[in-house]
């Protein structure tokens, strides 16, 4: 990723898909003594953008949902051909953003900001004495499937964002979105 922070200059736009992007990448920023150029700020949905402006960044455009569909379509109203968007991301993220931006003239570089690892668990809890699991993240969703292997049907999934619900809804998941 320092390459590209070396180099931000040269993006027409930076794009958030998260939260934890956001905050890693500022942070990385700040070790460098860098600060952000005049490239324009996308947010994917209003988590992300309430995150930047609290840390001061300015945020050029955002859609109100974390959604691959809107994200493409607001930056094709933007005009996508030879633009080059860095996208700062986990590196378990899927790269079907990026891929379907490509495929419409866009230059896209999707550095790694931080990684996603497994909690160490040392004692489980009975899962049948909870009423609802939020997760955060398709790695959070499979994280916790590796430790408890499945969900009772007694409880209740909730997804935070839409890549996690969609992700969750694939792997044959009842799952309701949370705002």
Same mark, same amino acid.
């Given at each position: 990723?320092?390459?590209? $922070?070396?180099? @931000?200059?040269?993006?027409?736009?930076? $794009?958030? %898909?998260?939260?934890?992007?956001?905050?890693?990448? @500022?942070?990385?920023?700040?070790?460098?003594?860098?600060?952000?150029?005049?490239?324009?700020?996308?947010?994917?949905?209003?988590?992300?953008?309430?995150?930047?402006?609290?840390?001061?960044?300015?945020?050029?455009?955002?859609?109100?949902?974390?959604?691959?569909?809107?994200?493409?379509?607001?930056?094709?109203? @933007?005009?996508?051909?030879?633009?080059?968007?860095l996208i700062p991301r986990c590196p378990v993220t899927a790269d079907e953003l990026a891929n379907k931006l490509r495929q419409l003239g866009a230059e896209v570089d999707t550095p790694v900001a931080y990684q996603s690892v497994k909690p160490l668990i040392e004692e489980k809890i009975d899962l049948n004495t909870i009423d609802q699991i939020?997760?955060?993240?398709?790695?959070?969703?499979?994280?916790?499937?590796?430790?408890?292997?499945?969900?009772?049907? %007694?409880?209740?999934?909730?997804?935070?964002?839409?890549? %996690?619900?969609?992700?969750?809804?694939?792997?044959?998941?009842?799952?309701?979105?949370?705002?």
């Amino acid at each position: 990723m320092d390459f590209c $922070l070396d180099s @931000l200059s040269r993006y027409d736009y930076l $794009l958030f %898909t998260s939260r934890f992007s956001a905050i890693h990448f @500022l942070k990385r920023l700040k070790q460098r003594g860098l600060s952000l150029p005049a490239v324009k700020v996308v947010a994917s949905g209003a988590a992300v953008a309430g995150y930047l402006k609290k840390e001061g960044v300015v945020v050029d455009y955002s859609v109100k949902e974390e959604s691959i569909e809107q994200i493409t379509q607001l930056l094709l109203a @933007l005009g996508l051909k030879n633009k080059k968007i860095l996208i700062p991301r986990c590196p378990v993220t899927a790269d079907e953003l990026a891929n379907k931006l490509r495929q419409l003239g866009a230059e896209v570089d999707t550095p790694v900001a931080y990684q996603s690892v497994k909690p160490l668990i040392e004692e489980k809890i009975d899962l049948n004495t909870i009423d609802q699991i939020y997760f955060l993240s398709p790695w959070g969703f499979d994280n916790f499937l590796q430790i408890y292997r499945q969900i009772p049907s %007694t409880v209740l999934i909730m997804a935070i964002g839409r890549p %996690t619900l969609d992700y969750i809804r694939k792997k044959g998941y009842n799952v309701l979105l949370s705002e």
